[in-house]
């Protein structure tokens, strides 16, 4: 087992993850838990409140994935053409497309699983204050400024939905989605969500240092 605590909790979480995916959540035991992973049982308390807060790892790195991969998100390209390029398959490594595919598995079974629901919901705004820096950037605001942290917030519980929409038609449903489709969808969906205009490519404006969207808007 790995020393560093935040990798030792994700491989735990990988392997709650799949125990709750084979038995649920309530055919589940701290012992199972604790067994599949190789250490013991007040080890798995000591990482984790309660047996629905082991996926908490799992939900997290992909929230908090995303939003890293945002803050790299290049001036000049849209959503879309970002979104392309680092959702791209060859750029995921072998572990992230697995924990990936466990994390979908696990928003498709929310419904039938709704202790997982908080878990999910916590992890999926724990990317939010990174989103409103990302914003703040583009608009060249103040990532405090209420507008921005509005919009934030808005576009956060817009990925969410995205992300459930398209883990339910996937898993099922047995929705298959390519990167292009994937990519249209939330970045679609990032668009209707957003009270100012970060989506589109940013340019120099005509005053000189100021940057505002290739709309000449900043809303």
């Keep these: 087992m790995e020393t560093d605590p935040d990798t030792a909790r994700l491989a ?26 190789g250490i013991s049982k ?21 929230s908090l994935q995303f939003t890293a991969q945002l803050q790299d998100w290049p001036a000049n390209l849209s959503i879309e ?16 497309i697995e924990d990936g595919i466990l994390v979908v598995r696990l928003v498709a079974a929310l419904g039938d699983e709704p202790d997982l629901k ?31 942290r509005l919009c934030a917030a808005l576009v956060s519980a817009a990925i969410r939905m995205i992300d459930e929409a398209i883990s339910m038609a996937a898993i099922r449903h047995g929705q298959i989605f390519d990167t292009a489709e994937v990519v249209a969808r939330l970045a679609g969906t990032m668009r209707r ?25 900043s809303r």
């Design 12 to 37: 735990v979480s990988r392997h709650a993850a799949r125990l709750f995916l084979e038995k649920g959540v309530s055919g589940t035991s701290g012992e199972d838990i604790a067994a599949a992973a």
């Design 42 to 62: 007040r080890t798995v308390w000591r990482y984790f409140r309660n047996k629905e807060n082991c996926v908490a790892p799992l939900f997290e790195k992909s």
């Design 81 to 96: 053409e970002h979104l392309s390029q680092c959702l791209a398959i060859e750029t995921q490594s072998a572990r992230d």
């Design 118 to 148: 908080a878990e999910w919901l916590m992890a999926s705004s724990a990317g939010e204050a990174g989103l409103a820096e990302v914003i703040a950037t583009r608009v060249e605001r103040s990532a405090r400024d209420f507008d921005v």
């Design 193 to 217: 969500a957003s009270t100012l205009n970060f989506c589109d490519p940013v340019i120099p404006n005509i005053f000189g240092d100021a940057r505002a969207s290739s709309t000449g808007l």
